[in-house]
T-cell receptor, first 109, second 115 residues
Framework: EDQVTQSPEALRLQEGESSSLNCSYT??????LFWYRQDPGKGPEFLFT???AGEEKEKERLKATLTKKESFLHITAPKPEDSATYLCAVQAGDDKIIFGKGTRLHILP | GAGVSQSPSNKVTEKGKDVELRCDPI?????LYWYRQSLGQGLEFLIY????????KSGLPSDRFSAERTGGSVSTLTIQRTQQEDSAVYLC?????????????FGQGTRLTVV
């Protein structure tokens, strides 16, 4: 069965304190791995797609990386506005997109 | 349209009533997904439509839940005989659904409260 596990469940950082969020997955025939950001009361906002091991993508203070078993979302020198829930999802050969439970990130000023 | 549109944004219904939730995907997107998100939880897959293929209904929690997509565009999620445990945010997403363009874009959701 396809599974996505994210850790930690919650993370509190001081402004400027860099860290990484983990997404480990088990899927048959990975077509893509996605990262989303979700603010309270809103739908998830697309951030990145990664397709193959070794691929990296960056956007402002965020960088996503992919291996054959997991993905990391690195946050460099975060600001309070980076506070949100970050969701990881995988798309398998059957085209379904399965989500992890997310990491709630809180950046303290 | 500019983005995925869902209506209503909020719905309060009495236990036992039927409800219909609507999703207008991004124009030209062939793939459409429905998810359910309970308070503080992740996204639970419900159903997936791709073009004219038979939908993947493997995530529907019971036979009270059904969805259809008319003309390959607008989709309606119907919940019959609603129960309190159906209270959640129902999210719809669409994607181009082919090649390397498979990322899904979400609407703002419908918050359903069953009283």
């Amino acid at each position: 069965e396809d599974q996505v596990t994210q850790s930690p469940e919650a993370l509190r950082l001081q402004e400027g304190e860099s860290s990484s969020l983990n997404c480990s997955y088990t899927v048959s025939g990975l077509r893509g791995l996605f990262w989303y950001r979700q603010d309270p009361g809103k739908g998830p906002e697309f951030l990145f797609t990664l397709y193959s091991a070794g691929e990296e993508k960056e956007k402002e203070r965020l960088k996503a990386t992919l291996t054959k078993k997991e993905s990391f979302l690195h946050i460099t020198a975060p600001k309070p506005e980076d506070s949100a829930t970050y969701l990881c999802a995988v798309q398998a050969g059957d085209d379904k997109i399965i989500f992890g439970k997310g990491t709630r990130l809180h950046i303290l000023p | 349209g500019a983005g995925v549109s869902q209506s209503p944004s909020n719905k309060v219904t009495e236990k036992g009533k039927d409800v219909e939730l609507r999703c207008d995907p991004i124009s030209g997107h062939t793939a459409l997904y429905w998810y359910r998100q309970s308070l503080g939880q992740g996204l639970e897959f419900l159903i997936y439509f791709q073009g004219n293929s038979a939908p993947d209904k493997s995530g529907l929690p019971s036979d009270r839940f059904s969805a259809e997509r008319t003309g390959g565009s607008v989709s309606t999620l119907t919940i019959q005989r609603t129960q309190q445990e159906d209270s959640a945010v129902y999210l719809c997403a669409s994607s181009l659904g082919y090649g390397l363009n498979t990322e899904a874009f979400f609407g703002q959701g419908t918050r359903l409260t069953v009283v």
